[in-house]
């Protein structure tokens, strides 16, 4: 892998984001909007409902971080998307560019717009509502590794799917990660789940990082056992993703796909 | 030979789009590939570019094969086509700048300002590729084509879209490099007087297969079974277009 070509694919994506408004709006359009919907639904359960104010953070907490894990796995495959609707994939990949270069270029420009939208987010949140998230990162950092790694290897999946079908399924670059938000258990712990779906929710590694969070805000502590869960499962379905990709870049390489380009 | 393509065959489903094409060129040449809309000529280049997997058949680029030394032959190799674009947002110049970097060019804003002024675009430079035609769009695919100052170049119609005065200035700039840096020019078009005038040699595809290759007059004198002074392509085509060489 050499790394000017990596820099060649974060140019490109960082000239995209700073010309196109959509990719603005999805940095930064988003994470806010969620944080301050959350924010004052949370604020209306606390007033006079006799729930605790932790509340709040729970429900900010559990909102930024599902808003970093969708961004992540929705920028991944809306990068790849941009290339497909210019009719880009012909010129990049004729070139000595490697696909591994590709991705990874992709990756770091979508870990960099994680991170802005997650200061949004965090500004807004300690604004509106004092909730500062940042004295919680640290014991969050396990969890939210494993939130982007999960999102990462749902993004390669998705991207290897539509370099497959190509646009005609691009819609689950933007509705995949909404699939998963029922089982993911963000605002309300796995056991209120009817008990089939728990069996689902624990294979998810999104329900272990928000499990482990709450214990976190709920002052029990780091909960190695979600950690180490969450883990394991990724390295399943990480590797799986990666095989799959493999395969499916193969694949349409073999039908001539790249180079169909709609 | 700088590449060789032996007993190439690429079928999609039932349909044979490239079928047994064996062919080579030698350093400095100046290929035309020519046939008629699917006789395969699109594909062909994309096998040589490793854009699409050959059902068969194997592809070596100076000396080494195309399947194991992609990267490190693509180092040395460009390609435009008019049909493929770049990001609609960004300008020619953040374009070409990426491309820049992926070749890792030494002093790449003086490349790029040399490339501009060759086909003409320098007033584009800060222009977003939205905003360009057809025509233009082609001249920054030609820039790219030229940036890493490649020993073999592949040309998909490179001058289609252009007008006349540019499409000259295009083959000029070609001839300009064979000339001077012994660039090897794969090309393929539509337009035969262009072909005529710019390649020593031409393959003539039809239906996948090569059914003629050689100089202008020999294909000639090769699809039309009888004599001639000067090349006729444009008969060529025609006559392959109605059947009768099938």
Sequence with gaps: MKLHRVNAVIARHVYESRRNFDRVVDTLWWPTLDVVLWGFFSIYLTHGKGLQVSIVSLMLGAAILWTMFYSFQRDMAVAFIDDLWCRNLINLFSTPLMLSEYMAGIIVVCILKVMVGLLAASTIAWAAWSFDIWPWLPKFIPYIANLLVFSLAIGIAITGMIFRYSTKIQALAWGFAGLLMPVSCIFYPVSSLPKWLQDIAWMMPTAHSFEGMRQVLAGKGFSPLHFWWGAGLNVVYFASALMFFGWIFEKARSRGLLVKQE | ?246
């Design chain 2, 1 to 246: 030979m700088l590449v060789e393509v032996e007993h190439l065959s690429k079928t999609f489903g039932e349909f044979r789009a490239v079928d047994d094409v064996s062919f080579g060129i030698e350093p400095g040449e100046i290929i035309g590939m020519l046939g008629p809309n699917g006789a395969g000529k699109t594909t062909t280049i994309h096998m040589v570019l490793g854009l699409i997997t050959p059902s068969s058949g194997h592809i070596s680029i100076f000396g080494k094969s195309m399947a194991t030394h992609r990267g490190e032959i693509l180092e040395k190799v460009n390609f435009t086509s008019p049909y493929s674009t770049f990001p609609f947002r960004l300008t020619v110049l953040e374009n070409l700048k990426v491309f820049a970097r992926i070749y890792n060019l030494k002093k790449p804003r003086e490349r790029i300002d040399q490339q501009l002024e060759r086909f003409g675009i320098t007033k584009l430079r800060d222009k977003a590729i939205s905003g360009l035609s057809s025509g233009e769009n082609t001249r920054v695919g030609l820039c790219k084509a030229f940036l890493n100052d490649p020993e073999l170049l592949l040309l998909d119609e490179p001058t289609a879209y252009l007008d006349p005065e540019i499409a000259w200035q295009v083959k000029n700039a070609l001839l300009d490099a064979q000339r001077e840096k012994g660039t090897t020019i794969l090309y393929t078009s539509h337009n035969m007087d262009e072909v005529e005038r710019m390649c020593n040699r031409i393959i003539f595809l039809h239906h996948g297969k090569v059914i003629a290759a050689g100089s202008p007059i020999e294909i000639t004198q090769a699809i039309l079974e009888e004599e001639r002074e000067e090349p006729a392509l444009e008969e060529v085509f025609m006559r392959l277009v109605k059947g009768k060489a099938a």
